[in-house]
């Protein structure tokens, strides 16, 4: 049985990555970390719980720890209590407009929580080693891994052409980017330095069920629906490449169960797409499939191009060669499909969206969209 601690897993990804792993890992415990800032949702994992709940020894595989991975203490106990021997760090603040609007959370969580982590992680591995009374390198790297998920976004901003691969030069313009830089070079210098067994992707914009309603995707559709103005930042010709977040969660297990130990494996979703490209895409398949709030008026119309963001990067486009190559991974959802299964999945869930968005979303809207 591996013992798995989660970060964040009740965040987007997070959520999506539990559900996933414990239906394909069947011989794994989650211990799911989560401080539930606003970004963290119980709702998230609800289906989940009941499914739990139903089979005793399913729910023994599953448990929910409410803390902070800036907490050294806890983080001590949880690695010895649970014999700790798989991190799948996902815990982060992860909004670009929040970093720029107050960067400190970003460089608390992303940074210093990430290096709690790691000393955590390397206490526990050293004593777990040491317990086998063994030295064998091959062994070592049986036993434990520590896989950190980052982000495309540290390597900067691409022109009209070319990808990142994993030997890009790091070159972060965001609060955000640069907390996960900063952070991606912490855990590769203690695999280094100290040897600790770990494993890193970077990974490109994920979409997909679960996805709070500040980001692109989630946000246009809820508007959308609601028949609120799109705010498009700047010309709308800024590029992301779009992964659908069950492939990025696919990739995780990969990497995870044959990954090299020490290597980074970028993960892309081969579609890549102007902002306002998704943003019409969204609207005209709206319109197939909810009446629009006012007769005749399509949802195009709300379409609002507001001021830019600063520091906006223009382009990100992933190179996922390495990781096709060696762990035979790739997308298996085009954008086309999973735009369309985003969408019906908010279609079918409005309480989840109803119990997300609560009076500090609101506010947070104002602040942001209220003088753009
Ligand atoms: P998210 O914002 O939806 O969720 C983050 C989760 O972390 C939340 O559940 C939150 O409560 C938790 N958390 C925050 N601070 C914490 C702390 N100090 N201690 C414990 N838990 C804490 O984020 P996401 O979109 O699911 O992203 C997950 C990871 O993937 C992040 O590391 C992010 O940088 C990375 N990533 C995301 C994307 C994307 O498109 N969403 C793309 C590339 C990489
Ligand atoms: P976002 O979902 O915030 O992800 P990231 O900044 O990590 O790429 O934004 C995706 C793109 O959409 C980015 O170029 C910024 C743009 N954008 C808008 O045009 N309007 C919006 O309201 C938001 C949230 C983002």
Redesign the pocket.
Known sequence: MKNILVTGGCGFIGSNFIRLALESLTDARIINLDKLTYAGNLANLDDLDADLDADLDESQRYKFVLGDICDSELLGKLFAEEQIDTVVHFAAES???RSIDGPSEFIQTNILGTFALLEAARKSWVVRDAGRGTRDAENQVEQFRFLHVSTD?VYGSLGDTGLFTETTPYDPRSPYSASKASSDHLVSSYYHTYGLPILMTNCS?NYGPYHFP????P?VINNALNGKEL???GD?K?V?DWLYVVDHCTAILKVLQKGRIGETYNVGGNSEKQ?IEVVQTICDILDEKVEPLTAGQPRRSLIKFVKD?AG??RR?AIDASKIKDELGWQPSVNFDDGIRMTIDWYLHNPAWIACVLDGSYQEYYQKMYGGR
């Open positions: 909004h670009v407009d976004e914009n500040e980001k692109l995707i946000l705010p498009v930042y709308g800024n992301r902002n963001r906006h990067d990100y």
